[in-house]
């Protein structure tokens, strides 16, 4: 039954973090799977087993402090236990101190209704400066290598969203947010909008090419004005 | 305290009509007309979601009826008496309400925005909270805790016209130029705040208007349950001998009370920066976008245990009565609620995982919302040990509540993908978290509201429900909501972003539209469903079966009212002396010892009664 292996829907992961974020969710689809399953077989099996019957009297049971006190400390550990393990995943892709170094590319990504503009800082490596180079809805970047984005919003808040990457972040108006992914397949990637934005929201789409290394050095030789 | 007042009042003057049925201050009669008001606003709520799911399943394709034919959409050939009449419509000068919102009979997208919208703002402000809180509250708390009525009448019938005020007020934004919000129910800055950004106007000032006015109802029935509660109790209803759908009721009126002023003074903020200039949003004039989000979510995720508390406690009164059991665990059940409404004010920054808030709060919140799955664990296994050895009766009242626990703990169970923050980059705002909060107020509260209908109707109407149709509505609705909210899941892991009105537009998507299309399917036989449910509660109303004072055998104290109940609800205030569930208690003569036995006919007693509260015969 597809519909019910939700890992199975999963887009294909094309990030180095991304497996991470995988892991944990078959992790957590396993334990949810076994709980539900657990609990609904119990209820099936009282439900039939303890169903009226004519000369059978239900028996006077008021609880168990033994029972709760079990339930209570193995969910308790549980659910701190998925917490810990999450933790580093969560610290990994979201903590600007924890960010790889060395970017293969710096991008400002700014979203308004209803595009993605892009700003590449060009060959000085200053944004602000006459060599920029501006894309609407086009993000291009190397393969297999960090890429910094700041990420900011002229007018409501956005949000960058690209499946494949398991990146998602808000773009906040009056604010830059830093965040990193490094690509590991080359192709083109489509990046919605998923904080809702105004009238044009759905439809609000931009692109990510991931390049080869000798293809992106083509691309900046073609597109970036020394 | 106010006994012969009420007598009086009883034996000496008939009330008009007026008095009786409009402006009453009757607590039953207040909750009547919440729930009738109610159920209303349930088809209506309903009925925006049917028209936005036609939308999500066949994108830009006329509705039926009242939308154009292909040929006329495509060549312009009139085929049809819709296409004449869309003719008509465009020749005009006139602009109608139609052609703006649904021009040739096809959503447009800033209408489907208002309609999502406002779909989850009926559901939540205008269907869930005033049948669960309004109705129930107001029918249950006087009675279960023996007393003649609320503690202060008059801010009760208050509390329910100020909620067709605020109703009002909300349905008069459909029909302003501009159209209504399209903010999403939870009316994000500056969106929300700035009215160039969504191009609607007074729509977002009424949605912000009648939501303060909404709240205030809210209060003032809050502030009645909790007097009502503390004060008013029947000697002997000692706080542990309280049925714990009374528990859930105080204290959700407990969180409604702490959180609604939070909000309002956050709508006040959004009204002051749309219509008077300030930017307490506006980043461009030194606002802050997220402070909408905190104080939004500070009051919103109480909010959404106040939509499934007193369904909790519903449930946990129901099922016993039919599992002719005590409830596994009664105390442990109180203390997880209790837990349940603490953890409710430190957990608000889980829809905040991807705002740009400082992620070293996304790892402290994540902390404590999984330890929300304590509590919600406790209360399953609870209930799940209420059936063990039980005596189960499948009544429609049970069918349901078993609908509901078998709901919730999907729906619990899913949110841990939500509240892992790793997890919630990527599910965060799909269609995960539709699916994961309709299983919770859907699959849950709606569920446990059917079914307290069901159970309570024949106090409250001195008539039975039907129980062939009951059957019927629920197994139609059980198996079509699952089809409608469990697919939802899938899409959700497809990386479905909510809120966008043309799937098809994503290359992404494309493959999974198919399931776009069930979905509506199921939709629609859902809302055709609940016709089932009106056609059942309204018929039954005049002629259902009439029901005698006690139908269900049942031990809490508004089962010992006369049926139908009178004003002042006891002939003479009951005395208490057990606790709400004594069922199948051993060498009793009955399966069941009411709360009002005295203990001297039966060995397992709990001793003298002891009197609590103001109340005093």
């Known amino acids: ?226 | 305290m106010n006994d012969h007042a009420h007598e009086s009042h009883d034996h000496h003057h008939e009330e008009s009509f007026v008095s009786k049925y409009i402006f009453s201050l009757d607590h039953k009669m207040i909750g009547k007309q919440f729930l009738i008001f109610g159920l209303i606003m349930f088809m209506v709520g309903g009925g925006l979601a049917m028209l936005f799911r036609w939308q999500l399943a066949w994108p830009d394709k006329p509705l039926p009826i009242i939308g154009v034919s292909k040929a006329y959409q495509e060549e312009g050939e009139v085929t049809t008496a819709a296409d004449r009449k869309w003719e008509e419509r465009f020749d005009d000068d006139k602009e109608t309400w139609l052609e703006t919102n649904m021009p040739s009979g096809v959503i447009d997208p800033a209408f489907f925005n208002s309609l999502f919208t406002m779909h989850a703002t009926i559901m939540v402000f205008f269907v869930v909270v005033p049948l669960l809180v309004g109705a129930f509250g107001n029918f249950l708390i006087p009675l279960m805790i023996g007393t003649r009525d609320m503690a202060f009448p008059v801010l009760n019938m208050l509390s329910f016209w100020s909620n067709i005020l605020g109703t009002i007020i909300m349905m008069a934004g459909f029909f302003v130029p501009g159209g209504h919000a399209a903010a999403g129910w939870t009316g994000y800055a500056p969106l929300s705040s700035i009215a160039e950004y969504s191009g609607v106007d007074w729509g977002q000032n009424l949605w912000c208007i009648s939501l303060i006015v909404m709240g205030i109802s809210s209060l003032m029935g809050s502030i009645n349950y909790i007097t009502t509660i503390i004060n008013m109790r029947a000697p002997g209803m000692t706080w542990f001998r309280l049925p714990l759908a009374i528990w859930a009721l105080f204290i959700v009126a407990i969180l409604l009370l702490l959180a609604f002023p939070v909000v309002a003074s956050a709508l006040a903020l959004i009204l002051f920066d749309r219509m008077a200039g300030t930017s307490f949003f506006a980043a461009a004039g030194g606002g802050e976008p997220l402070l909408w989000q905190h104080l939004f979510w500070f009051f919103a995720h109480p909010e959404v245990y106040i939509l499934i508390l007193p369904g909790m406690g519903m449930a946990s009164e129901m099922l016993p009565v039919f599992a002719r059991k005590p409830v596994f665990g009664y105390k442990s059940m109180v203390f997880a609620m209790i837990a349940i409404a603490f953890l409710s004010w430190i957990v608000w920054g889980h829809h905040m995982f991807q705002s740009g808030m400082n992620p070293a709060l996304g790892a402290s919140f994540m902390t404590t919302t999984m330890l929300i799955a304590v509590p919600s664990a406790i209360k399953t296994f609870n209930w799940l040990g209420t059936l063990h050895r039980a005596s189960i009766r499948f009544t429609v009242p049970m069918l349901n509540v078993l609908a509901f626990i078998s709901m919730f703990v999907i729906g619990g169970l899913s949110g841990i993908y939500m509240a892992n923050s790793p997890v919630d980059i990527y599910i965060h705002d799909t269609y995960y978290i539709v699916a994961h909060i309709h299983y919770v107020v859907f699959g849950g509260s709606v569920f446990a509201i059917f079914g307290g209908i069901f159970h309570w109707f024949p106090k409250m109407y001195g008539r039975h429900m039907n129980a062939t149709l009951g059957k019927i509505h629920f197994w139609i609705s059980f198996l079509a909501f699952n089809g409608v909210f469990f697919p939802m899941h899938i899409l959700g892991v497809g990386g479905h972003m909510r809120r966008i009105a043309n799937p098809m537009q994503y290359e992404f998507l494309q493959p999974m539209q198919p399931i776009n299309v069930f979905i509506t399917v199921c939709a629609f036989i859902l809302g055709a469903a609940q016709i089932l449910l009106l056609i059942n509660v309204f018929w039954s109303i005049f002629r259902g079966k009439v029901a005698e004072q006690n139908p269900w055998e049942a031990t809490t104290l508004e089962w010992h009212a006369p049926t139908p109940v009178p004003h002042g609800n006891f002939d003479a205030i009951p005395h208490v002396y057990h606790g709400p569930y004594e069922y199948s208690v051993p060498d009793a003569e009955a399966d069941w010892i009411p709360q009002t036995q005295p203990n001297g006919e039966s060995e397992h007693g709990e001793g003298e009664p002891v009197p609590a509260g103001a109340t005093a015969d």
């Open chain 1, 1 to 226: 039954m597809k519909w019910l292996n939700f890992p199975a829907w999963l887009p294909e992961n094309v990030s180095t973090f991304g497996q991470g974020v995988d892991n944990l969710f078959v992790l957590i689809y396993w334990v949810t799977s076994i709980v539900f399953l657990a609990v609904m077989a119990v209820l099936i099996v009282f439900i039939v087993k303890y169903r009226f019957q004519e000369g059978r009297k239900a028996e006077y049971i008021e609880g168990s402090t033994t029972l709760e006190i079990v339930w209570t400390a193995a969910t308790t550990v549980i659910v701190f236990a998925l917490a810990m393990l999450s933790l580093p995943q969560w610290n990994r892709i979201k903590f600007p101190s924890q960010f790889p170094g060395n970017p293969g590319a710096v991008v400002q990504v700014n979203g308004k209704q209803f595009n993605w503009d892009m700003t590449y800082p060009g060959p000085d490596g200053e944004w602000g400066t006459d060599d920029d180079l501006q894309l609407e809805n086009q993000l291009h970047v190397p393969v297999n290598e960090v890429v910094h984005i700041r990420l900011t919003a002229d007018d409501v808040i956005h949000s960058f969203f690209v499946p494949q990457l398991r990146l998602k972040q808000d773009a906040l108006p009056g604010r830059f947010i830093n965040m990193w992914f490094e690509a590991t397949k080359p192709g083109t990637y489509e990046i919605p909008c998923a904080e809702l934005c105004g009238f044009g929201h759905s439809g609000m789409l931009g692109y990510l090419t991931v390049h080869t290394a000798e293809d992106y050095e083509a691309w900046k030789n073609e597109r970036w004005t020394e």
